[in-house]
């Protein structure tokens, strides 16, 4: 080894080893980068692919339901629906707009509420803060009061299909009670958000709103029974929504806790319910085939009602 | 006086009134889209009725259908991708109109600064409408318990099992109408009324009259009784009691009947719609008892405001009923 070190031929050799090598490497490098660099375009066939989505993208039956139901959001769906009822034209899309909006208001509220204080001296000032001065504060607040108009809109109309589609009867109608529970929830939602600005229009909506609880019977100051049950303006009712007799400091800070949190909380437990039983109840109701006057059976009572959970074929 | 364009922009241009405004043009849409769907499914149902072998054997909607076609497909991609462009769309709404029209911010709060009219969030106008011709305690407490669980019973009362998961109208007739007349005629139209008609002082202008902050009406309400004359000076010396409080008395026994009366003329009336036809009849002896006594309640209760609406507003009647304690 030594000798063949002073030979200067191999040398060369040693150098024309190491440049074929490097070129080779090049070569193999440059193939791994292309093979690399076409497999990007099919991210969906890599291992991290994979790892986050835990199913292999293809064009298969079994793999298509696999991508929903192995989903933590997608699997709220079942693998299969009815064909008619991809159409626009049967629930006109709108518990999925509501609920869509939900989230909206969610992300738009939660924006809102770091620039936010729920106190008497800062709420109006923070609201104009928030029109002048934060970057596209304007348009955050705009957002979140129509997306809240545009859910109750959303919320009636869909209570509306539901009707217009007899989608509430057997075995609906538990989760028929659900939705109006939903939809008194969201008006409470709106109404409670209504106060925070501090402005004229939110005080006299909700002077006017609470002044009705006055007159709660039993329960208010000034309704039926109200007097002989001990009530006054200082412990009634009213005085329990306000935090006080008049609409001041503490109702805003119950508005606030009621808009932000609480009715929010318990909006998202009822949705986790009333989603639920659209699957366990079979999936939307329709469109199901015409039933004929002819064919309505004697009613059996109780008649069990066995489901098939949408979706199983 | 001439027609006051202008006062008709200010109202429906007010930045909470879009909704109401939009509501306008969105759910007469709706509902006509619903029964153009409904009565396409009726015609259907003729067809079948009409003829035993086609009942058997066809496609019982009015959806395109091939036989080759599976009756289900799969949700992604054919239903999810509906949802996701639908959220682009609403999205896209959502911005424009950010954009365009901005939230309204008034005056810091100022109680001792009265806002004129001061109404409630449009989608409570129809229950501060609802104060005009009901106290408080009905109006902002018994009604609404009464709309949300009237709305909840629904299922359990309706006993049609006709018209589950597809839009009819001839197989729900009454169902349908009785919703319609209580979403769109007392819900949305009592909104309408309180946003469009009721100007300061909650007082009426019709559309295209001027809100006059200054206008006073005169009101000549009356109570029932006083259309009667009740006075019950009569009883005050069989008694030994004054003359008011004969009056108060009095009074409070006269206006039971009238109630007992409506109570009564509006059970027979509904008794009369729900048993009309034939296929009603049918339905109505599927019901039990409980299930009859509590849609009739509840439907009774519901005609109640239109009655007690056309006394105010046409005969400026007041109380029916007036005691010491409450009055209706």
Redesign the interface.
């Given at each position: 080894m030594p000798e063949e070190n002073g030979d200067g031929k191999s040398k060369t050799g040693v150098l024309e080893k190491a440049k074929d090598s490097a070129a080779a490497l090049r070569e193999t490098l440059t193939e791994k980068a292309k093979q690399q660099a076409t497999e990007l375009k099919e991210p969906e066939k890599t291992q991290l692919y994979r790892s986050i989505f835990r199913v292999k993208h293809d064009e298969e039956p079994r793999n298509r339901a696999l991508s929903v139901l192995s989903n933590v959001f997608f699997h709220l769906h079942p693998a299969k629906v009815n064909r008619d009822a991809t159409k626009y034209n049967f629930t006109w899309g709108m518990g999925g707009i509501t609920f869509y909006l939900f989230i909206v208001l969610t992300f738009t509220g939660v924006l809102l509420m770091f620039y936010y204080h729920p106190s008497k001296v800062q709420a109006f000032r923070d609201i104009l803060y928030l029109e002048n001065d934060v970057p596209f504060g304007k348009l955050l607040r705009n957002m979140h009061r129509w997306a809240a108009h545009l859910m109750i809109i959303a919320v009636w109309l869909h209570m509306f299909r539901v009707f217009m589609t007899g989608s509430y009867k057997r075995p609906r109608e538990f989760n028929w009670c659900v939705g109006v529970l939903l939809m008194v929830l969201t008006m409470l939602l709106s109404f409670t958000g209504y106060l925070l600005p501090d402005d004229q229009l939110g005080f006299w909506a909700v002077t006017v709103g609470t002044n009705m609880a006055r007159a709660t019977p039993l329960l208010g100051n000034e309704g039926p029974g109200g007097p002989q049950m001990g009530m006054t303006p200082y412990n009634d009712v009213r005085f329990a929504l306000l935090g006080g007799s008049i609409v001041d400091a503490n109702a805003l800070l119950r508005a606030y806790i009621w808009h932000c949190i609480a009715i929010p909380l318990i909006v998202a437990i009822f949705l986790g319910v009333h989603f639920w039983r659209v699957r366990k109840d079979g999936g939307i109701s329709g469109p199901a085939p015409v039933m004929l006057e002819s064919e309505i059976k004697e009613e059996r009572s109780p008649r069990p009602v066995i489901l098939r959970p949408s979706g199983m074929g | 006086m001439p027609f006051d364009w202008r006062q008709i922009w200010e109202i429906a241009s007010a930045p909470?009134n879009?909704?109401i405004v939009?509501?306008l043009f969105?759910?007469p849409f709706?509902?006509w889209?619903?029964l153009r769907?409904?009565i396409a499914?009726d015609k259907?149902?003729a067809i079948?009725?009409g003829d035993a072998q086609a009942?058997k054997t066809k496609?019982?909607?009015t959806?395109e259908w091939d036989p080759k076609?599976?009756?289900?497909?799969?949700?992604?991609?054919?239903?999810?991708r509906?949802?996701f462009l639908?959220?682009i769309l609403?999205?896209v709404?959502?911005?424009v109109?950010?954009?365009t029209?901005?939230?309204?911010?008034?005056?810091?709060?100022?109680?001792n600064?009265?806002?004129n009219p001061?109404?409630?969030?449009?989608?409570?106008l129809g229950?501060?409408e609802m104060?005009v011709y009901f106290?408080?305690?009905i109006?902002?407490?018994?009604m609404p318990t009464l709309i949300?669980v009237g709305?909840?019973v629904?299922?359990?009362i309706?006993?049609n099992?006709?018209?589950?998961?597809?839009?009819?109208y001839k197989?729900?007739r009454f169902?349908?109408w009785t919703?319609l007349v209580g979403?769109i005629g007392l819900w949305v139209l009592m909104i309408v009324i309180g946003t469009f008609i009721r100007g300061p002082g909650w007082m009426w202008f019709w559309p295209g009259q001027t809100w006059d902050a200054e206008r006073v009406d005169y009101a000549v309400n009356r109570n029932l009784d006083q259309v009667f004359g009740i006075d019950g000076s009569w009883l005050a010396p069989i008694f030994h009691t004054t003359k008011d409080q004969a009056a108060i008395w009095a009074r409070a026994i006269f206006g039971i009947f009238p109630l007992v009366i409506f109570f009564i003329v509006a059970a027979i009336l509904v008794h009369w719609v729900c048993t009309r036809t034939e296929?009603s009849k049918?339905i109505y002896k599927?019901m039990s008892l409980l299930q009859l006594v509590t849609m009739y309640t509840f439907l009774i209760l519901m005609l109640s405001l239109p009655i007690k609406i056309l006394l105010r507003l046409v005969f400026t009647i007041k109380y029916i009923w007036v005691t010491p304690?409450?009055s209706i």
């Open positions: - | 909470d879009v909704p939009a509501l969105v759910a709706f509902m889209y619903a769907q409904g499914n259907l149902i079948l009725e009942a496609y019982r909607k959806q076609w599976e009756r289900e497909v799969h949700t992604w991609p054919y239903l999810m509906m949802e639908v959220a609403v999205t709404l959502l911005m109109w950010s954009l029209l901005n939230a309204p911010l008034e005056e810091p709060a100022n109680p600064v009265t806002m001061a109404k409630a969030p449009w989608y409570f229950l501060q104060l106290d408080p305690w109006a902002g407490v018994v949300i709305l909840m629904i299922p359990y309706d006993s099992p006709l018209g589950n998961g597809y839009y009819t197989q729900r169902s349908i919703f979403f296929f049918k599927r304690w409450f």
